[in-house]
């Protein structure tokens, strides 16, 4: 193989790894915490493109639009933990049975909202061409996505290691009930992470809109994705999500380069071998 | 079945199954229209596929979100035996069969190695592989266009003669899974359910009893596949779609968890009346799925499963002891805690490190 | 060294009082009846084989298990089923049986987590105190020894002004020369804040405890100063299996 298709496919597979990293990073900081597999969260990056593409058609800002879907998904998370999800704490089967209720509730307003179609988000101008690397075109709305991913990933890596509210969720994710006896209010930092996990899937969807396009099945189409980089990185792994997303994205693009119809294939295959070497994933550990 | 004390609540229970059975007889000959004969006809397929769903998550605490694989594979196993490969029915089951137990064999062996949440996500990316691998396969299965024109055997030609058929097998397996669960295997699973631990701890191969069940659930499963499949001419790739195990899920939870037959009154919920309703009404699904969320939060055991209690609360004193199979299981009872990680025998669970928040989860409580 | 944790018209009297507490887990008692006082500035002993409910006794003042019945008051103020946080936060440092040391974090990071109010003059006391954890503050405390491990559980209860440090086992699994090093720095804390300390090794439970009580199947069958149970031969070999 060429060196520039291979450095072609390893950006395309980047870029992917971002957006996937995006949804992932808070199913899996969710998790890690509280114990709850939020089924929802596809739903909650699916609110995040629907309602990005409506404020960027709008104002006919993307920005805007990232910021209206990001804060959307803010505030879908800290609506649904704090009325719902909080009331079945300490039960997991009873908080799958209830998420997957919520992708029910979430996906059909989005339906009465939005319509059942397809509905189009451009790309903005300035990220609709494409740059050349080593002689082949790169989309620029791939450039941006791996910039995105790396400064939220950034920004998290920072907030996770260097101020306190992170060292409480590190060590939540360890162990909540003794940082309960250390004097911290563990329900607060819950909701918070929340809002951070919905904030994270929806301003991946808003990123990704114009990418994956916009319609009423894009949340359950992208939770497996998500799915499966979590069982990857290792559930409630910060740092296992940005490796399973990388991973599954990479793969899924050289594969796909070679033999599409195979490319999802490998990546359950991928998290088969995954299992069989490390059950609780590439970062998890088995507390968790 | 809630082994009632008294006579006489015997005596209802069988009058009460007589007159249904009764009933569901001669439904073809009282309903206004065929139409409503093969809304039924699927709800009763469908209601198999959930209790088959319900020995999983229901008796033994193992959730799934791979099970519409199985009902998938059967519906192209036995189309694609039918249609292209020359098979009769009986034969092309019977492979289905073989098939189905070699799949969840393995799948089992695979995903069984991790609990609780990772087995729901495991078992849910295998059945989106298949899923996937159906819609790519455009030249073997028809791709995302559908499987048609699987044939009908002669005697399964008419609508009636599809309920009648159905209804039959519906019963056949009823009996079939009721026989397994009160089995000596069945308390196994109903032990395991209850703390996976300490089952291990009286010694039982939990390990295997979980494949057990899988491999059961999921020959049933297929089964109906391929009787779903033949009645209705046609096999899907959303047969195989998360969005069936959903489905499944629905129907169990809102029928009753760890009953059987909460399945069947589940499917009757989700499928007729709400294709009926959704005809009629836009917002169905959503205000279907707002029910359904009240339900996991403030009746966690299901129509059944809620009704049962009130039964047993009006019958009994308060304080009374319950057998192990008098109440329907809750969905709180669960196989793992977060994660995986085994259940601690009593003490974790009762106490608020389950969950900080345990102060205010009494909704989630039996 | 001073931790200052103590103010003058606390340094006498009682300052936990446990009434007739019980708990079940399930159908199951696990404390029946249970009654304690641990007085200001001294260092109680909670005694008892395996499974005899002490270690439920401290996860109940903590918050951490609900009771079925009786009450705790701390300083005369009930504190019965707070939860855990608002208990820590009066001042009720808790020191696990399993340590609860957070492996992912550093020392340091245990250390600064626990404390609520920044106050590095007594992080550095503390530190201080615990002299063999300056050179580690930087290491992941997943790679520490079980006794530093023992250590930093203890110093993370200390960083706060602590006025009652529940103790579990501390010696547990602990090689010998730790449990040394652990009775002089228990015998350093228990000189500024009031200690109420579960054992299983009766001898550092001697050493270090002004009075005692020993719990039987979640009952509290005795009571009295710990010099006297050390005599009482009988008692001892009834309920603790220890000569």
Not at chain 1, 12 to 32: E, N, R, T, W
Not at chain 2, 74 to 100: K, P, Q, T
Not at chain 2, 292 to 302: E, N, S, T
Request: aromatic share 8%; with cysteine; net charge positive.
């Amino acid at each position: 193989m060429e060196l520039k298709v291979v450095v072609s496919l390893l950006l395309q597979g980047v870029s992917l790894g971002m957006l996937y990293f995006l949804i992932a990073s808070g199913l899996s900081l969710i998790f890690g915490l509280m114990g709850v597999l939020n089924l929802a969260h596809g739903s909650l990056f699916m609110w995040g493109a629907y309602v990005a593409m409506t404020v960027y058609g709008l104002t006919g800002s993307f920005a805007l639009g990232l910021v209206g879907g990001l804060l959307a998904g803010a505030a879908l998370g800290v609506v649904l933990e704090t009325t719902l999800i909080r009331r079945l704490y300490g039960n997991p089967v009873g908080q799958i049975l209830l998420t997957l209720g919520l992708i029910l509730v979430l996906d059909e307003t989005v339906k009465l909202i939005w319509g059942p179609t397809l509905l189009p988000y451009p790309k903005p101008a300035f990220l609709a061409g494409s740059a050349e690397v080593l002689g082949r075109a790169f989309p620029h709305y791939r450039i941006f996505l791996i910039v995105l991913g790396a400064l939220v990933w950034l920004v998290i890596h920072l907030v996770l290691n260097r101020t306190k509210v992170g060292l409480i969720i590190r060590a939540g994710v360890e162990d909540r009930e003794m940082v309960t006896t250390l004097g911290i209010d563990v329900k607060k930092v819950f909701t918070g992470v929340f809002a951070l996990g919905g904030a994270l899937a929806a301003l991946g969807g808003a990123a990704a809109g114009p990418f994956l396009l916009v319609y009423p099945q894009l949340g359950l189409n992208n939770l497996f994705p998500a799915i499966i980089v979590v069982v990857i990185g290792g559930l409630g792994s910060f740092t296992g999500s940005v490796i399973g997303g990388l991973l599954v994205g990479v793969t899924q693009s050289f594969v796909g380069y070679y033999e599409p119809q195979l490319a999802v294939a490998v990546n359950v295959a991928l998290m088969a071998l995954v299992l069989l070497v490390r059950p609780h994933g590439l970062l998890g550990h088995r507390g968790v | 079945m809630a082994k009632v004390s008294r006579r006489t609540g015997t005596e209802r229970t069988w009058l009460l199954t007589g007159g249904l059975l009764g009933l569901l007889f001669a439904f073809p000959v009282l309903s206004p229209s065929v139409y409503y004969v093969s809304l039924l006809t699927s709800a009763a397929l469908y209601g198999v596929l959930a209790m088959s769903y319900d020995l999983l998550m229901g008796y033994t605490g193992i959730l799934s979100f791979g099970h519409a694989l199985f009902f998938g594979v059967g519906a192209y196993g036995a189309g694609i035996l039918m249609r292209d490969a020359g098979f009769d029915f009986f034969s092309a089951m019977a492979v289905v069969l073989a098939l189905s137990a070699v799949l969840a064999a393995v799948i089992g062996l695979l995903s069984l190695r991790v609990k609780g949440v990772y087995f729901a996500m495991v078992t849910m990316a295998f059945a989106e592989f298949f899923h996937i691998l159906v819609e790519k396969l455009y030249h073997i299965t028809g791709g995302s266009d559908g499987f048609t024109r699987i044939p009908t055997p002669v005697w399964l030609g008419g609508t009636v003669q599809k309920y009648y058929v159905a209804l039959v097998f519906a019963i056949a397996m009823y009996l079939l899974a009721r026989r397994l669960v009160s089995s000596p295997v069945g308390s196994v699973w109903l032990a395991i359910r209850e703390n996976e631990t300490r089952a291990a701890m009286l010694g039982y191969d939990t390990f295997s009893y979980k494949l057990a069940v899988m491999v059961i659930s999921g020959m049933m499963a297929a089964l109906t596949g391929g009787l779903y499949a033949v009645v209705v001419n046609f096999a899907h790739p959303g047969f195989i779609s998360v969005s069936t195990t959903i489905n499944l899920l629905l129907m169990v939870v809102i029928g009753g968890v760890g009953t059987l037959s909460g399945g069947f009154i589940g499917a009757l919920i989700v499928q007729p009346l709400g294709r009926i309703l959704s005809s009629y009404f836009r917002a169905w699904l959503l205000v279907f799925g707002v029910v359904y969320v009240l339900i996991v939060l403030f009746f966690p055991a299901g129509i059944l499963g809620s009704v049962r209690m009130w039964r047993l609360r009006r019958r009994r004193p308060p304080g009374a002891p319950r057998g192990p199979e008098a109440g329907p299981a809750v969905p709180t009872a669960s196989p793992a805690g977060p994660g995986g990680a085994p259940m601690t025998p009593a003490a974790p669970r009762a106490t608020p490190g389950a969950g900080p928040a345990a102060g205010d989860g009494g909704a989630g409580g039996p | 060294m001073t931790l200052g944790t103590m103010t003058a018209q606390e340094s006498t009297g009682q300052a936990l009082h446990v009434d007739h507490l019980s708990v079940y887990i399930g159908e199951l008692h696990i404390l029946e009846d249970v009654t304690l006082r641990a007085s200001r500035g001294r260092c109680t002993a909670l005694l008892g084989r395996n499974g005899s409910g002490k270690t439920t006794t401290l996860k109940s003042i903590m918050g951490l298990v609900p009771p079925a019945g009786g009450r705790v008051t701390f300083y005369g103020r009930d504190i019965t089923g707070r939860p855990a946080h608002e208990v820590a936060r009066l001042g009720i440092g808790y020191v696990p049986e399993d340590r609860g040391v957070f492996t992912g974090l550093t020392v340091r990071e245990n250390l600064l987590l626990a404390q609520r109010k920044r106050d590095d003059e007594r992080l550095r006391r503390v530190v201080r105190l615990f002299s063999e954890l300056d050179p580690l503050l930087d290491r992941r405390a997943g790679t520490l020894s079980g006794g530093e491990r023992q250590m930093v559980a203890i110093a993370r209860a200390l960083v706060n002004p602590v006025r009652l440090l529940l103790v579990d086992e501390p010696s547990k699994g602990l090689a010998p020369r730790a449990v040394r090093r652990l009775a002089e720095l228990l015998a350093e804390v228990k000189k500024e804040a009031t200690v109420l300390l579960v054992e299983q090794n009766f001898f550092l439970a001697a050493e270090l405890a002004d009075h005692c009580y020993v719990l039987d199947s979640g009952r509290t069958v005795y009571e009295g100063p710990m010099g006297e149970l050390e005599a009482d031969e009988e008692t001892r070999r009834k309920y603790l299996g220890v000569a």
